[in-house]
């Protein structure tokens, strides 16, 4: 079994919780014919035993009962997984992120509910799937906000036609899915769009003159300016000269302490200089303070 988002773990094992239950080796991601096959011949449980396993699992913790619920309901997943095949990701993918979903609605099932397993794990199952499909449909997101995800599973569905969509047409949609027309108009852009690697594509043969149109080709390289790196230069040495003339302006003490602790490759604490001159580390930190402002001051009249 393939390791999806780092929560469900190796070959064969399905884990839920802390706990963990084995699967006989059942894969999607291996043989997606014989994993069909395996979980259709899986039996149906009856309303009296899947009522029967939930109680199990749900006030006694019972492993085995969830791993039965499980296994009993993965052909399902692969029903609902089928119905995302268009968007050009692998079926095994989409349907072992179903199988996760399948798995915390089994771990949240209250068989108080009075509903069927089945009926209660679908928003479970399609909301994992949702979530790998906008996650690796595109390099850059398409759907980002509530109304942009609601469009992006229900916009092919609507359009009648390959074209685009009418001004009629555009509102109609925004109004059945509750959305504003605009947005409706930026996610079929979108979805018509399709991704483009920064640099370009190298074909074949190795021809790049296809890349032109690449967006790095775009892009003005600001940082090389030769006024803005003449300009740059300039500021540094002035500043550096104002720096050294400021700090002529001190006494030898405050000019040591400054060099000491700021401008040393290695420097010196405020213990170590007061050790030196013979006064307490609050006085050094006085004149240091005293030091930065006389310092910031030449500077600033400079």
């Given at each position: 079994?393939?390791?999806?988002?780092?929560?469900?773990?190796?070959?064969?094992?399905?884990?839920?919780?802390?706990d963990v239950l084995l699967l006989e080796n059942v894969s999607p991601g291996r043989d997606l014919d014989a994993y069909?096959?395996?979980?259709?011949?899986?039996?149906i449980l009856t309303p009296e035993?899947?009522?029967?396993?939930?109680?199990?699992?749900?006030?006694?913790?019972?492993?085995?009962?969830?791993?039965?619920?499980?296994?009993?309901?993965?052909?399902?997943?692969?029903?609902?997984?089928?119905?995302?095949?268009?968007?050009?990701?692998?079926?095994?993918?989409?349907?072992?992120?179903?199988?996760?979903g399948l798995m915390k609605a089994v771990k949240r099932f209250d068989p108080s509910f009075g509903v069927r397993l089945v009926s209660f794990a679908v928003h479970w199952i399609k909301a994992e799937i949702h979530e790998f499909v906008l996650r690796n449909w595109r390099v850059v997101k398409v759907a980002t906000t509530k109304g942009q995800r609601k469009l992006f599973f229900n916009l092919r569905n609507r359009k009648k036609s390959l074209g685009w969509l009418t001004a009629e047409e555009t509102q109609a949609i925004a109004e059945d899915l509750g959305v504003e027309a605009k947005v409706v108009t930026q996610m079929e852009g979108r979805l018509a769009s399709r991704d483009?690697?920064?640099?370009?594509?190298?074909?074949?043969?190795?021809?790049?003159?296809?890349?032109?149109?690449?967006?790095?080709?775009?892009?003005?390289?600001?940082?090389?300016?030769p006024a803005d790196i003449?300009?740059?230069?300039?500021?540094?040495?002035?500043s550096e000269a104002k720096l050294r003339d400021a700090l002529n302006q001190l006494d030898e003490r405050s000019r040591n302490i400054l060099s000491s602790r700021w401008l040393a490759e290695d420097k010196i604490t405020l213990q170590e200089l007061a050790k030196h001159y013979g006064v307490s580390a609050e006085r050094i930190r006085q004149l240091e303070q005293n030091a930065m402002k006389k310092l910031r001051t030449h500077m600033e009249a400079a």
């Open positions: 079994m393939r390791v999806l988002k780092c929560r469900f773990v190796v070959v064969g094992v399905i884990q839920l919780s802390t069909i096959q395996t979980i259709n011949s899986l039996p035993r899947e009522r029967e396993l939930a109680e199990r699992l749900f006030n006694d913790d019972d492993l085995e009962a969830a791993r039965e619920l499980v296994l009993c309901h993965l052909r399902f997943v692969v029903h609902l997984a089928k119905g995302y095949r268009g968007y050009g990701l692998p079926i095994g993918d989409l349907i072992q992120e179903g199988n996760v483009v690697g920064f640099d370009g594509d190298d074909a074949d043969d190795g021809d790049r003159s296809n890349n032109l149109g690449a967006p790095a080709h775009f892009l003005s390289d600001e940082g090389q300016d003449v300009a740059e230069e300039d500021w540094a040495q002035q």
